[in-house]
């Protein structure tokens, strides 16, 4: 026990040093690096265009699955310091699905944008995606103090709880995509992984309803004289 809390506190220093954002950022920038590199070495095999697609969009979900993985970290590890990254990670998820969309948009569909939309209104898949990154817009927009006054602490957490319904668009996106060719073992560890983590939210929701209504109907104790 000792040692766990030990380790939780270290972690916790770590976690707010001033040096621990910036190696986040850079740590998070490292698979577009190496895509850069790739792109410029003639290093991403025989098909670029699709390598870049399939990549960026890997990306965005694995970003998600970290992002998700932040609040259940925090409170499994009692670190409360882990929720400074959580913003981070959250604009980096966008970041990516922006790649993965300008990828798309440029070696696939040549930047057509009449082609882009008569695309995305026929091909199911490429119109769950294109929502999940609607979505994903006002929470990176929002992804900042100024606009979280402005909203409103309850509006602003309202609006972030979004990101479930994106997680399960993402999911759907990818399912879809993989159809054609039958292929759904990476599907099903992301799905797994996603799950678990809205399920641990969904039995901490229950659980907290549950105490406040045991809390509520407990008789209280007669007045001291």
């Known amino acids: 026990m000792a040692s766990a809390q030990g380790r939780a506190k270290r972690l916790g220093a770590w976690l707010t040093h001033p040096a ?3 190696v986040l950022f ?6 577009f690096a190496w895509l850069v590199y790739g792109a410029v070495a003639n290093k991403l095999g025989a098909n670029p265009a699709e390598y870049l697609i399939r990549s960026t969009g890997d990306w965005t979900l694995r970003f998600l699955c970290i992002t998700l993985a932040v609040t259940p970290l925090r409170v499994i590890t009692a670190t409360p310091a882990l929720a400074r990254m959580r913003r981070m990670l959250g604009l980096f998820v966008y970041f990516y699905v922006v790649l993965h969309l300008l990828c798309y948009s440029w070696f696939d569909m040549g930047l057509d944008f ?3 939309a ?5 091909r199911p898949f490429i119109l769950v995606g294109f929502s999940a990154f609607v979505l994903l817009t006002p929470m990176a927009a929002t992804s900042f ?3 979280i006054r402005a909203l409103g602490a ?4 309202l609006l972030h709880r979004l990101i479930y ?3 399960g668009l993402g999911i759907l ?3 879809w995509m993989r159809a054609g060719k039958n292929n759904f073992g990476e599907v099903a560890v992301y799905a797994a992984i996603i799950a678990a983590f809205l399920g641990w939210r969904l039995f901490k929701y229950v659980a907290r309803k549950q105490a406040a209504r045991h809390a509520s109907g407990r008789p209280q104790s007669p007045a001291r004289g």
């Open 118 to 122: 008569k695309d995305i209104a026929k």
């Open 145 to 147: 103090n100024r606009a």
């Open 114 to 116: 009449e082609d882009i």
């Open 165 to 167: 319904l994106i997680a």
């Open 26 to 31: 850079a740590l998070a920038l490292l698979p």
């Open 20 to 22: 621990a954002k910036p």
């Open 154 to 157: 309850q509006r602003w957490q």
């Open 173 to 175: 996106h990818f399912f």
